[in-house]
Every structure is written in C-alpha cells, then in structure tokens.
C-alpha cells in the first residue's frame, strides 16, 4: 500500500494532466472548436470591454470622409461626361455649335418619354429644338420656361421621325417603343433592307433636319401587314441620358430644300 501511495504521488500529478489533454482533445474534436472558441470570448470579453470605442467626434470624422470621398468619385464623373459632350460640340461648325444642357428630370413613370434640361429660354433655347447626344438623335425640345426645358424624346409612343436606310435609301417612319429600341414602318411593302443596316433622319422630315444618327436595323419583319417594319436599336444612350447638346430647329428654307431635294429624287426614279 505505501508503495502505491510513493507511485501515485510520484506519477499522478503526469497522469492528471495527460487525461486532461486526451479530454480535451478529444472534446475539441466533438465540438469542431466550439467550445475552445467559446471559452476562448468568455475570458477575453472582459478585455474587450476594456478597450475604448471611437469617439463620437471620430465616427463623426469618419462620415465626413466618407462623403467627401463620394463627392470627389461623383464630380470626377461629371468631369469627363461634360469633357466628352465638349469633345463633341467642338467637332460641330462654330456657326451650329448647340446649347450644352443636363438631364435634371426624369420620372419613373415617363422614362422613356421625355425628359427636363437645366437650360431654357435665357440661353436662346425654343421649342422645336433638337437635342442630340453622343451617338445621335435623342429629341425635340416642346417646352421651355427660363431655366428648364422638357424634351420629348424618339423613344416616346408619341414620337415619330422620318428616316432613311443609309445603305439604301429605302425610307419609313420610326416609332417609339418605350424602351432603346423603336419600330421602323417601311413605305414599301418589300424594302432593301437587312439587319445590321444603318438608319438616319430623311429628307420626309418635317421636324428634323437630314442624316442625322439614329441607329441600326435589329431585326426584320417583311410579311407584317400593311407594311414591313424592323426593330432599330437606338444609338443614342436613351436609357442612361446626362449631358446633351440643344440645337436650334431647322429654319423653313432648310425644310423646302429637303422637300425639293426629295421631290427631285422621285423623278429621277
């Protein structure tokens, strides 16, 4: 029995400690660390809370970073929009060079049918003005008041523009859809026409000067009744419209001539 007791006292402190560390073990792999993790936020919780959080001021700092950070990626890109549009206008004759202007309102029930500029008429905007973009045609201005004019755009219901094949010269109208895309009535009932065809404004336009950018031909229907009509993918990015170019309308001298130029095809064919 003595010799039991010097044995014990001699090995079972080793003894207690590697039960200890197969226990453990062996609960560490039942529990997939849970408990080790548990155990590990019960004792340093205390210490957590010890630790200060930010400051108010500095939370306060830290939003006014954040908001200065997100002005300076929003102006950067208003930058090269209005850098882009400027591209553009310089590219126009100076005598024709348009009104530059920013969508500023655009309902969510009239997306797709017209949209406010921030310019009016104290810069010499009037109704019937065009609006382009890059890309080509967008709309007509209908409204002005001093500071704001409203535009209808060729993607509204409502809008119709007379265009031209350019590969071709096989005309029709277009219609808007409500949507970036617009349907093409053909006058003939079996135009030249094929996908992939360019479309611009023709000389049938009485509101829009000729060869201007419309879009071009997506897909085909030549046996609709009573007449063949294409799906046209618009150019212009009606969908996501900022900054425009305003021109002024065709003057009634330019209007005749396109008549007269159109009229003089008719013959020669």
């Known amino acids: 029995m003595v010799t039991v007791r010097r044995w014990w006292g001699h090995k079972g402190l ?3 400690l590697l039960s200890l560390l197969v226990g453990s073990a062996w ?3 039942q529990t997939q660390g849970a408990l080790l993790l548990e155990i590990y936020q019960v004792i340093t919780r205390p210490l957590q809370m010890l630790q200060p959080g930010p400051s108010s001021e500095e939370r306060l700092r830290d939003v006014r970073l954040l908001e200065l950070q997100t002005r300076i990626v929003d102006l950067e890109s208003q930058n090269k929009k209005l850098q882009d549009l400027l591209g553009y206008v310089e590219k126009e004759p100076l005598a024709s060079r348009p009104i530059p202007a920013r969508v500023v309102g655009r309902s969510a029930d009239n997306w797709w049918q017209q949209v406010t500029l921030n310019r009016g008429s104290n810069v010499g905007i009037q109704e019937g003005f065009i609006v382009k973009a890059d890309g080509g045609l967008v709309g007509l201005v209908e409204s002005v008041t001093p ?3 409203r535009v209808l755009l060729i993607s ?3 809008s119709q523009v007379g265009v031209t094949i350019s590969r ?3 005309k029709g109208v277009l219609r808007g859809d409500a949507s970036a895309e617009a349907v093409l009535e053909f006058y ?3 135009p030249n026409v094929k996908v992939g065809d360019l479309i611009s404004t023709s000389t049938y336009s009485q509101k829009f000067p000729a060869g201007l950018a419309v879009g071009r031909v997506k897909s085909l229907d030549l046996k609709k ?3 063949s009509v294409a799906r046209v993918e618009l150019f212009p990015p009606i969908r996501s419209l900022d900054w425009v170019g305003v021109y002024q309308k065709p003057t009634n001298q330019e209007l005749e001539n396109q008549t007269s130029a159109n009229q003089e095809l008719q013959k020669s064919n």
């Open 168 to 170: 071709t010269a096989a």
């Open 156 to 158: 509204d219901l409502k």
């Open 14 to 16: 080793q003894i207690g």
């Open 188 to 190: 003939e009932k079996v």
């Open 225 to 227: 009744l009573p007449a």
């Open 27 to 29: 609960m560490l792999r």
């Open 147 to 149: 500071n704001t004019s």
